[in-house]
């Protein structure tokens, strides 16, 4: 579980401005940096960054936080995971690492696997013998030469224990290579997990080897095409993507993901410029991999399936996630069941590019291929057709888009509507299966003699469900003018609070006489003003959180330390100065009311209480109309 501990150690260790420049253009204005927001479209600067808080906002579209909420809305994280995310950016190791106690650290882990990545490269390219040119055969006879291995950092992986060896004088443990899905314990012996296999090294989004797919060259009994590395503390097939650190930049900047099933396909992909393809690792394509993708602003997620069997059955899979993102699902099947590779390899790039322009709608393509595996005119077979589909469209069963597809069904087959969504709602979701690649391999000829033992380390598992929720909007059409401004002049003075609390507590006196139009801006204020002296800016923002799990939102909202032309002591005079003006109206208007309900009852203590609330609006409203001619005579000099 991570600790708050932990958080405020990642928080310390993040720069903040830098993590907002990687993506952002940023200006800086006084102690504030400004830019276009890069959660909505827009030409003008209304985003912006405290560095001194450690707080954002835009104020185009409302949003706005802290640096974790920040990683979570640009990298579409949950909370905890954005934790982990600036945690490893930051090379700190949180506690919840620290309590592993079935294998080592992460960063041995990594350090192995960089390692090992190293060296079934170089097996692949100077290694001498008939295995290591059955291996460089391989590839060349895919177009992938010695350039193209190069730049991929494809390997060989020999086996017969010679991994083992290297890390060994490298200084690993047969634990950490163990615990990186490298080696297995074979009856008390440590041993090579790839042998005989073309290396494909896995990376996750920062470029660091996670684990490996391996294709097999010589067929062996009950040994699968492909193994891929298992499950780790680093790695989780389900989650990664090959080639995501490669492609981010490109689907990013396109908005569109090309999905492919293999790591061949990928790569030729790259080769001939499509730089935006990924591939899923041993496992069909899921919800995290949509997610992932996501967190680059997809627009179009096209799936280049295999036009045979499987790859019918991967575009079927697929379905289940139309209706989870907002962005649009494609197919695209090449002619005579081609997978990328070789219609690459016949026809070339500019051949492709059509394909893809008119990529179809995921949902097409499956409804077509699934029916033209019935003949319709026959009744029974039209039954048959309609519980095929309703099972491809049962995981959408409790979707919006449900009555839509019921309603395709049902004209396509000629039933009744009802009777089709019964269909699909009665019908199970079946698991998804896996059946291109396997985690599992025979043992090796040289060691068959010993017991099978293989020993990994699972991913963590963490029970930390922290999340951050954005405070809720304001009807603001149902407040009055003067409250509208009020409201905003106490978000002013408590965003004022977080970033000068020292400064803000010599007006504690007229903080304490307000008459707030939001109660939760009151308990935010107040638990600011209660801590000491000296209260850092963090620490000062954790207290308004322990009463107000919005106030991140709040804090962030302030513009007046923004503006130009005043110093800082005027800056926090017009804020309070402003805020108490309009709380004198309000309190005001609240007595008489009073009068009304009491017209004999304390009327006159009323009146008198009115009077003086009047003559203090009054002595303000002179100070304010100074200050703003003030302001407007700077301006015109400035001019």
Not at 521 to 537: D, F, I, K, R
Request: charged share 25%; aromatic share 8%; net charge neutral.
């Amino acid at each position: 579980m991570i600790t708050d501990e932990d958080k405020e150690r990642v928080r310390q260790a993040t720069d903040f401005v830098q993590l907002v420049g990687e993506t952002v253009d940023l200006r800086q204005r006084g102690n504030e940096f400004w830019g276009c927001c890069p959660f909505h479209g827009e030409k003008s600067p209304s985003f912006k960054v405290n560095p001194q808080t450690g707080l954002w906002h835009c104020f185009g579209c409302s949003d706005g936080g802290d640096v974790f909420s920040y990683v979570q809305k640009r990298e579409n994280l949950e909370f905890p995971d954005a934790i982990r995310y600036l945690a490893d950016r930051a090379g700190i190791t949180l506690s919840e690492e620290k309590q592993y106690t079935k294998g080592p650290r992460k960063k041995r882990l990594f350090d192995c696997l960089a390692a090992a990545d190293d060296f079934f490269h170089l097996m692949l390219m100077r290694g001498k013998g008939e295995d290591f040119a059955a291996a460089r055969n391989y590839l060349a006879g895919r177009g992938f030469g010695g350039d193209v291995c190069k730049r991929w950092n494809l390997g060989y992986a020999p086996g017969r224990g010679t991994l083992v060896a290297h890390l060994r004088e490298l200084g690993f443990t047969n634990k950490e290579m163990i615990a990186a899905n490298l080696a297995v314990d074979r009856g008390g012996r440590t041993s090579d997990w790839f042998y005989g296999r073309v290396m494909f090294p896995i990376h996750d989004e920062r470029g660091r080897t996670i684990a490996f797919g391996g294709r097999i060259l010589t067929k062996a009994e009950n040994a699968p095409k492909y193994l891929n590395t298992r499950d780790t503390a680093v790695f989780n097939k389900g989650k990664h993507l090959f080639a995501y650190d490669r492609a981010k930049e490109t689907i990013a900047a396109t908005g569109v993901a090309i999905v492919c099933e293999g790591y061949t396909d990928v790569i030729a992909m790259h080769e001939a410029g499509f730089t935006n393809t990924v591939a899923a690792l041993g496992t069909a394509f899921r919800l995290d991999h949509v997610k992932l993708l996501e967190r680059q602003r997809v627009k179009k997620i096209i799936c280049m399936f295999d036009g045979d069997a499987a790859g019918q059955r991967a575009a079927a899979r697929s379905v289940q996630f139309i209706d989870k993102t907002a962005a649009a699902f494609l197919c695209v099947v090449l002619p005579d069941n081609q997978d990328p590779m070789e219609f690459l390899a016949a026809h070339g790039a500019d051949a492709l590019k059509p394909y893809l322009a008119q990529a179809r709608p995921l949902m097409d393509f499956v409804f077509e291929s699934k029916l033209g595996e019935f003949d319709l005119s026959i009744p029974g077979n039209r039954v048959a057709a309609l519980h095929a589909l309703a099972e491809i469209l049962a995981p959408l069963k409790n979707s919006v888009l449900l009555d839509e597809y019921a309603l395709r069904l049902a004209d396509t087959l000629g039933v009744n509507v009802a009777e089709a969504k019964r269909t699909i709602t009665s019908t199970p979701i079946k698991e998804i299966s896996e059946p291109r690649y396997q985690n599992t391999q025979p043992m090796p000829p040289e060691e068959r003699t010993g017991t099978r033992g293989a020993s990994r380390v699972d991913s963590a598992s963490h029970v930390d469900n922290a999340s951050r929720s954005m405070a809720p909007g304001y009807d603001l059409q149902a407040l009055s003018h003067d409250d509208r401004t009020q409201l905003q002049s106490e978000r002013e003075l408590l965003s004022a609070m977080a970033s000068r609390i020292d400064a803000v507590r010599a007006y504690g006196q007229r903080i304490a006489a307000l008459s707030w139009v939001d109660s939760r801006h009151e308990s935010m204020a107040w638990a600011m003003l209660a801590t000491p002296q000296g209260t850092s800016s963090h620490d000062v923002i954790a207290a308004a959180e322990a009463v107000e799990p919005h106030a991140l939102q709040v804090l962030s909202a302030g513009k007046v330390f923004s503006a130009e032309g005043m110093n800082e002591q005027e800056k926090l005079n017009l804020i309070v100065d402003t805020l108490e003006f309009f709380s004198l109206k309000r309190q005001i208007r609240t007595l008489r009311l009073k009068m009304r309900e009491n017209p004999v009852n304390k009327s006159q203590e009323f009146l008198e209480e009115i009077f003086r609330m009047q003559a203090r609006m009054n002595e303000i409203g002179a100070r304010l109309s100074t200050s703003q001619q003030s302001k407007h005579n700077k301006d015109n000099n400035v001019q």
